[in-house]
C-alpha cells in the first residue's frame, strides 16, 4: 500500500500493518493508504474480516505525526474515512479487529476505538494527550470513548491525559482480550477465523442494526429496523443464508454460507 502500511490476505482475512519507525505516527497520506485498505475490504466480496495492528512492540501508533504539523494543518484531508482511514468510515459493516502491540496515543487510540473488536498485549497502555498540545481528541476520541466507558472516567481520560493500562481496560470493557504479547496476533487470529466462519450477510447485519440503533430508544430502534432502510438487513432477510443455518441442521451438516 505505501505510506508504511502493508496489507496481507490469508484466505477470508486481511491484516493491515502500521509500520513508520519509531512510532508509527500517522500522517495524511498514512491516513489515505489506511483508508484505502479498509475500502479495498469493505469492497471485496472475498475478505470478512480485518485485523490492524502496529508493528515493532513497543508503539501500536502515537497517532498524529506531529513532525507533519507545520505541513498538515488539524483540518488537512485525510481521506474519506477520515483520520487513520477507519474512523469515519461509516459504510464498513465488516468486523474490524484491532490487536494492539503497544502504546496506543491520541489518534492511535482513536483508531483502536473505530474497531469492533479490540485484543491488546499485556504492556499495551491508552491515552490522549490531545490537551497537552492544543487540540481536542476530535477524530472519534471525545465521541466514542465516552459511549465506551463510564462517563467520569473517559472524562478523565480526555481531560487529564491520563494513562490507561491494558489490564484497566480491561476491568473497564475498553479491551476483549488481554494476552502476553507474543500471543497477540495468535490470539487476534483466532477470533477473525472464528468470525470469518460466520454467516457473513447475518454478521453484516448484526453490525449494521448495533451502529445505526445506538443512540436510538428501542422501540425507535425497532421501528428503523424494520423500515426497510437497512441495506444490509434487508439483503440478509433475502438472502439464501437465511435459510441455509435450518436446512443445514435439519440435514445434520455444516453450513454453508455464500454470502447471497
Request: charged share 25%.
Amino acid at each position: 500500500m505505501g505510506e508504511g502500511v502493508h496489507c496481507e490476505r490469508a484466505g477470508a482475512i486481511l491484516t493491515v500493518t502500521l509500520d513508520r519507525p519509531k512510532a508509527n505516527a500517522i500522517d495524511a497520506a498514512t491516513s489515505r493508504a489506511l483508508g484505502a485498505a479498509f475500502m479495498d475490504f469493505r469492497d471485496d466480496p472475498a475478505l470478512r474480516v480485518a485485523i490492524v495492528t502496529g508493528a515493532g512492540e513497543r508503539f501500536f501508533s502515537a497517532g498524529w505525526d506531529l513532525n507533519s504539523a507545520e505541513e498538515e494543518s488539524v483540518t488537512v484531508d485525510n481521506g474519506p474515512g477520515g483520520f487513520a482511514g477507519l474512523t469515519e468510515l461509516f459504510d464498513l459493516q465488516k468486523p474490524v479487529i484491532a490487536a494492539v502491540n503497544g502504546m496506543a496515543a491520541g489518534g492511535g487510540f482513536e483508531l483502536i476505538l473505530s474497531c469492533d473488536l479490540i485484543v491488546a498485549a499485556e504492556h499495551a497502555e491508552f491515552f490522549l494527550p490531545e490537551v497537552n498540545i492544543g487540540i481536542a481528541a476530535d477524530a472519534g476520541g471525545a465521541i466514542r470513548l465516552p459511549r465506551r466507558i463510564p462517563h467520569h472516567v473517559a472524562m478523565e481520560m480526555l481531560l487529564f491525559s491520563r494513562r490507561m493500562t491494558a489490564a484497566e481496560a480491561l476491568r473497564w470493557g475498553l479491551v476483549n482480550r488481554v494476552v502476553p504479547r507474543k500471543e497477540l496476533m495468535q490470539e487476534a487470529l483466532a477470533l477473525a477465523e472464528e468470525l470469518a466462519s460466520k454467516a457473513p450477510l447475518a454478521v453484516a447485519a448484526n453490525k449494521e442494526i448495533a451502529t445505526s440503533t445506538l443512540d436510538l430508544s428501542i422501540r425507535d430502534a425497532f421501528a428503523l429496523q424494520k423500515s426497510g432502510k437497512l441495506a444490509h438487513y434487508q439483503r440478509m432477510l433475502r438472502s439464501d443464508d437465511a435459510l441455509e443455518g435450518a436446512r443445514a441442521f435439519n440435514e445434520k451438516r455444516p453450513p454453508v454460507w455464500r454470502g447471497e
